[in-house]
């Protein structure tokens, strides 16, 4: 069962590519160390929050 979870997961989330300056690179790995967790995870969090953060500012903005 949870096998069958984590391809279901798996198959709904997307995959972007980006290149980024070396010292925001770097930056990257020491927060996800500082906080235990890899760096697709820690910006997978980061983006979601600033996806959220504009729409709702669009919402605010539409009044």
């Known amino acids: 069962m949870l096998r069958h979870f984590v391809i279901e ?4 989330r997307g ?3 980006a290149y980024l ?3 925001i690179q770097k930056a990257l790995e ?3 160390a500082e906080e235990s967790r890899s760096i697709s995870s820690l ?3 980061l983006l979601t929050q600033a996806v959220k953060e504009h729409q709702e500012r669009k919402l ?4």
């Open 9 to 12: 997961f798996m198959a709904t």
């Open 15 to 17: 995959r972007v590519t």
């Open 21 to 23: 300056p070396e010292d």
């Open 30 to 32: 020491e927060w996800a």
């Open 43 to 45: 910006v997978t969090y």
């Open 60 to 63: 605010k903005g539409s009044d």
